[in-house]
């Protein structure tokens, strides 16, 4: 009896003894990795836009008067030279009328001094009157002559005012609202235009673009000065306000002078074809830009770990270990950063449960096909 009491005794201390041997024996935890490796990347940032016609123009009366017709609907689209309102021209042709008679009263006194000078011309000659007379003469010759070509100009004063009640259009495009309708008084100094013409063949799509985005957006493309840089720019898309991308492409041709000290921002402009007419003045959107990232790597988000600021991932090392290491950012894509340096092409890192690993752990890699292939290029 003593001799079984023994040998279970020695039993349950030995299995005591094996049982921390047993927990450090626990196999490495099993992580997924992938390898890194570098490529050229295109991401895309949206700026808000605000699209205006190519040409807008507010129409303005250019007499004072009383409309009398309106030729044209709000929204039609018109041609240049088609006229669009009428103002009463029944003062501007008496007005008209008026300086044709004060042209043809200087033109009878311009006879009347042109025969007092033929007069007394050999009258002077022979000495039968005195110079002075002459002179006297052709002095009101001269007043006479003045006298004309004034009224000619208030003749085609006249006349500049008379077309004036005709308002045509000055470009082709679509009008505005008409805010002056049928026996309403207008005038050259109202504060309101009587409507907007917009030409939007083509379109300016307007955008802002900050300090850093405006270094980062000359920095890539080749050209030694910005109307250069300008002329290699690729073409931009169009993100309307319904979400819709616009069919046709755009270019940017303009880049302000200057930034505007208020916001910070430059402001800058691209032109999109609008043969149909789908864009309107006022419409807004966002224009799209693409920046080309080489030599960068794609680390998905879920495989980093931020730290006071800084972006981290777990490195395998030798022996399995691991081992934190920072990465520089440059961009984003979709759930991937791209790394612009910490990362050298065939390294591989962790791509989950970073958050539970401490440097110097040993794990058991597994490829991890499906996320292999996101850290490398689509």
Known sequence: MKSLALILSLAVLYGCSQQPAQQQAAPPQALPVAEIKVDTATTYQDYPASIEGAVNVEVRPQVAGTLDRLYADE?????????????????????LNSAKASQMAAEGALANAKLEVEKLTPLVANKVVSDYQLKAAKAALQVAQAQVAQAKAQVGTAQ???????IKAPVSGYIGRLLKKQGSLVSPSDAEALTQLSDVHDVHVYF???????????AQYA?????DKISHLPPV???LSDKSSYTLPGKIDMIDGQFDKTTGAITVRATFPNADGLL??????????????????????????????????????????????????????GS???????????????LSGVDHLQDGMKIAPQKAVDKANAVAKN
């Open 75 to 95: 929204g039609a689209y018109v041609s240049k030279g088609q006229p669009l309102f009428k103002i009463n021209e029944n003062p501007f042709r008496e007005a």
């Open 160 to 166: 500049i005012n008379l077309g004036y009640t005709l």
């Open 208 to 218: 802002s673009l900050g300090e850093t985005d405006f270094v980062n957006f000359k």
């Open 223 to 227: 050209g030694k000065n910005l109307q």
């Open 237 to 239: 898309a169009l993100v």
């Open 280 to 333: 309107r003045s006022g419409n807004t959107g966002k224009v799209r830009l693409s920046l080309q990232h080489n030599n960068v790597a794609r680390v998905p988000q879920d495989a980093t770990l931020e730290l006071q600021d800084k972006v981290f991932v777990y490195a395998v090392g030798d022996s399995n270990k691991v081992a934190k290491q920072p990465i520089v950012i440059e961009g984003k894509s």
């Open 336 to 350: 991937d950063y791209l790394v612009k340096s910490g990362l050298k092409p065939g390294q591989q890192i962790v």
